[in-house]
């Protein structure tokens, strides 16, 4: 089974930026598609942006379209998440998860294994 941590979150202004990062140990990271989900206090966890396993097809929510780019690196074992021109609304738990399948899924159930979580707080 892979083990993942995420990093990169913080304290940031409205319009930042940050880079998220989930390095992956245990299981080749090439086996697992990848997801993106976040949580903000009092709501549901919900996706925020996928890709497969081969990095061929890719997904985000509708609220970070042309703002977040997710990329994979296998030689690293990392998943990234770049987000540019953040938003108070962007505030957040984000979590990192891995599907056992070549293509992603929308629904946390989708996902077999997920990291700890970072926090991304946005301030206006």
């Known amino acids: 089974q892979v083990q993942l941590v995420e990093s990169g979150g913080g304290l940031v202004q409205a319009g930042d930026s940050l880079r998220l990062s989930c390095a992956a140990s245990?299981?080749?990271?090439?086996?697992?598609?990848m997801g993106w989900f976040r949580q903000a206090p009092g709501k549901e966890r919900e996706i925020v942006s996928a890709i497969s396993r081969r990095g061929d097809s890719i997904y985000y929510a509708v609220s970070v379209r042309g703002r977040f780019t997710i990329s994979r690196d296998s030689a690293k074992n990392t998943v990234y998440l770049q987000m540019n021109s953040l938003k108070p609304e962007d505030t957040a738990v984000y979590y990192c998860?891995?599907?056992?399948?070549?293509?992603?899924?929308?629904?946390?159930?989708?996902?077999?294994?997920w990291g700890q979580g970072t926090q991304v707080t946005v301030s206006s």
């Open positions: 245990g299981r080749p990271f090439s086996s697992y598609a």
């Open positions: 998860a891995a599907r056992d399948y070549s293509s992603f899924g929308y629904r946390p159930l989708d996902y077999d294994t």
